[in-house]
């Protein structure tokens, strides 16, 4: 069995070295190219970095990207994305909690990188693929793999935080290659495959295109984020590039269907599309069944904190626009389970009991990176076993089991969100919200039906002044699309702000 991801890497530079590994709008690598070009990245890092530790890797999705991913796995280090389009603070307050004493950056986002204010390191992929190994820095490397475990870990994803400070999902080798054997096994993923990337690399979604890629031989296709602006030019992209899998969130999949874009084309290899993130709305869904008639659909279900997903529903009969579409069932190797309020146990013949949905096995992730204090809320001793330490991840979501014991998603049980595919924590931009000068207290709703969040406070600031300081620390997908002034804000018997008496004075203006 795998111990290291590499080893998909290696195995796959074997069997298929001339083939394209990774192509994006600008080049490609062929998987020799790609196994050459992380050893010369990992040898290049000796130098500069400990076993263990985080290296950023600040620069757009590529395959140069991906190639720094390889080489900082080689080289025994955990990488972590960083978005260009994140403020600064954001940046910095990611760059802290990861205690990074370097990172890597490429030509174009070296500029940007400058404003950070970063007094680490800062290495140039560019410079990083030229490097030559010695024969010593192999050895080196060597020596880094045997001593490596499969419990290391290989990435950390920061999602939105309640407290205000995003939380860093920390993610080992041995989750990876859990869920990915499983992953392609389920849908038959194979050499064959042309895996058409959509998810940006700071997405776990990402994670299956890549290792699935990996370890089956396939080729993935990074298809640049201003296509899903173009649907017409998208469509052209798929269909010129072959690709024959798609693993997207549903919000990009709904963005093919919403702008009519089977009108213009059906890329023609299309065979898998796997999708997830939200709910797949069923309209949306049939429009993409009626184009692929022959292709297979996977809902699939999973929070970062248990490594991409860990349930799946292949559909497998027609939906009408009132029924839920299942999350279906555990993947091999995930007890996936629902707890009640009292933390006991429902079962399947409780049909349509609602309980959280919580996940326990080996994709269960390492926590929130430097943050003991959420991971020990989040990720806790399974309370129906008190014989031995089995921790599970209590994801937060509701769901329950239908008549045909598959089990669906309801609903969320706190203040998180998904809004255009983005997971978002509304207390993240109460915190900042109530930070802006001129607020005295502030709360957000989010209103499904018009997908709007709608940031109301106290104070006298306005709309464009809060709107100021808020782009200075949140990424744009975070600002309130709608902020009302309120007197006084009105409070639930125990003094908490009464959000449903707030949404219902918005609804009577
Ligand atoms: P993320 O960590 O960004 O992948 O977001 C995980 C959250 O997205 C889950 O906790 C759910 O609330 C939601 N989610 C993921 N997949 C699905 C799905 N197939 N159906 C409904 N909600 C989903």
Redo the contacts with the bound molecule.
């Keep these: 069995m795998s111990k290291s991801v590499i080893e998909y890497l290696e195995n796959s530079a074997v069997m298929f070295p001339e083939k394209i590994a990774v192509a994006d709008d600008k080049s490609s690598m062929t998987y020799k190219e790609l196994l050459c070009y992380s050893k010369n990245i990992a040898a290049a890092l000796l130098p500069y970095v400990k076993q263990g530790q985080a290296v950023p890797v600040y620069m757009e999705k590529s395959c140069m990207a991906l190639a720094a991913f390889l080489g900082i796995a080689t080289v025994g280090c955990f990488y972590v994305l960083l978005d260009h389009s994140y403020p600064i603070d954001r940046i910095n307050s990611i760059i802290h909690t990861l205690d990074a004493n370097m990172m890597i950056v490429d030509e174009k986002s070296a500029k940007k990188q400058e404003k950070l204010g970063f007094e680490g390191n800062v290495l140039k992929i560019e410079e990083l693929i030229q490097y030559t190994a010695s024969k010593e820095e192999y050895v080196q490397l060597e020596t880094i793999r045997e001593q490596a475990l499969d419990i290391d870990p290989l990435y950390a994803i920061f999602?939105s935080g309640s407290t205000g400070v995003p939380k860093g999902?920390i993610v080992n080798h041995r989750s990876v290659i859990d869920f990915i054997d499983c992953f392609t096994k389920q849908f038959g993923i194979s050499s064959d495959d042309i895996i058409g990337n959509q998810a940006p690399f700071d997405?776990?979604?990402s994670v299956k295109d890549i290792y699935s890629s990996l370890k089956c031989g396939a080729t993935i296709q990074i298809i640049p984020k201003s296509l899903f602006s173009f649907p017409a030019i998208l469509l052209d992209y798929l269909d010129n590039n072959h690709v024959t899998t798609l693993i997207w969130a549903?919000s990009a999949l709904c963005i093919v269907t919403r702008l009519n874009g089977f009108d213009y084309k059906k890329p023609s290899n299309i065979n898998k599309v796997i999708?997830?993130?939200?709910?797949?709305p069923i309209k949306h869904l049939n429009l993409w069944r009626a184009a692929y008639p022959d292709a297979m659909f996977v809902?699939?279900?999973?929070?970062?904190?248990i490594t991409?997903?860990c349930t799946y529903y292949i559909v497998d009969r027609a939906f009408e626009l009132d029924e839920t579409?299942p999350?279906g069932k555990p993947f091999p190797n995930e007890r996936v389970f629902l707890l009640d309020e009292k933390d006991e146990l429902i079962t399947q013949q409780d049909c349509h009991k609602i309980g959280e949905?919580c996940v326990s096995g080996t994709s269960v992730t390492l926590g929130y990176y430097n943050n003991k204090e959420k991971t020990s809320e989040a990720f806790v001793q399974n309370p129906l076993n008190n014989k031995y330490i089995e921790i599970i991840y209590r994801?937060?979501?509701l769901g329950y089991y239908n008549e045909k014991k598959e089990l669906c998603?309801s609903s969320?049980k706190d203040f998180?969100i998904?809004h255009n595919g983005?997971?978002i924590e509304l207390g993240e931009i109460d915190a900042a919200i109530n930070a802006a000068d001129g607020v005295a207290r502030a709360c957000c709703i989010y209103d499904e039906k018009k997908q709007f969040i709608i940031g109301f406070y106290e104070g006298e600031s306005d709309k464009k002044a809060i709107t100021h300081a808020l782009l200075a620390k949140l990424p744009k997908f975070m600002l309130p699309q709608e902020f009302v002034k309120v007197d006084a804000m009105p409070v639930t018997k125990n003094g908490k702000i009464d959000r449903k008496q707030l949404m219902e004075k918005y609804d009577e203006k």
């Excluded at 999708?275 to 797949?280: I, K, L, P, R, T």
């Excluded at 809902?299 to 904190?305: A, I």
Aim: hydrophobic letters at 35%; aromatic letters at 12%; proline letters at 3%.
């Design positions: 999602t999902v997405f776990d979604v549903v999708f997830s993130g939200e709910v797949m809902n699939v279900y999973g929070p970062t904190e991409c997903n579409l999350i949905i994801t937060g979501d998603f969320r998180q998904k983005h997971r």
